[in-house]
């Protein structure tokens, strides 16, 4: 597999921290859609005279890593039940829980909610819909 530490960049300020190509504003996935698109090497260093061949290998083998990266965390999160908290771009954050923790939480949320609260809750949706607003706090004090 290409080596692409060098190759591969991730900036803030550059592509919304998505990763480039040695900081340019190309990106990874740029190269993977070119690709898919059937465009050959060729084809994509004639369009963007600034990539190399070896440009194109390192998001080839960056994308490799990174779906690797993600099959592992897939694995850890469902041996140990235990939720992976995931950072991404601007500051946002995911949380990557197993079937079975997500089972637990729909579990607990069925527990939590009566008839009498999800009937609440689905005419406030259904005013909503309608154009009217309603907040949080005057669902609570509603009596439907």
Same mark, same amino acid.
């Given at each position: 597999m290409a080596e692409y530490q060098s190759i591969i960049t991730i900036n803030p300020q550059i592509c919304?921290?998505? !990763? &480039?190509?040695?900081?340019?504003?190309i990106s990874v996935y740029d190269i993977l859609d070119m690709l898919a698109n059937k465009m050959s090497f060729t084809d994509i260093i004639e369009d963007f005279p600034e990539l190399t061949e070896e440009d194109i290998l390192a998001a080839l083998s960056y994308a490799a890593d990174a779906q690797l990266d993600f099959e592992n965390l897939i694995?850890?999160?469902?041996?140990?039940?235990? !939720?992976i908290f995931i950072s991404g771009n601007n500051n946002q954050t995911a949380v990557l829980i197993s079937e079975a923790m997500w089972e637990e939480i729909q579990e607990r949320m /069925? &527990?939590? %909610?009566? #008839?009498? /609260?999800? #009937? #609440? %809750?689905a005419k406030?949706?259904?005013?909503?819909?309608q154009g009217q607003s309603i907040s949080f706090e005057e669902l609570k004090c509603k009596n439907y």
């Open positions: 919304s921290g998505k !990763p &480039t190509i040695r900081g340019m504003r694995e850890q999160v469902t041996l140990t039940n235990e !939720p /069925d &527990t939590m %909610f009566t #008839a009498e /609260d999800e #009937a #609440a %809750f406030a949706m259904q005013e909503k819909q």
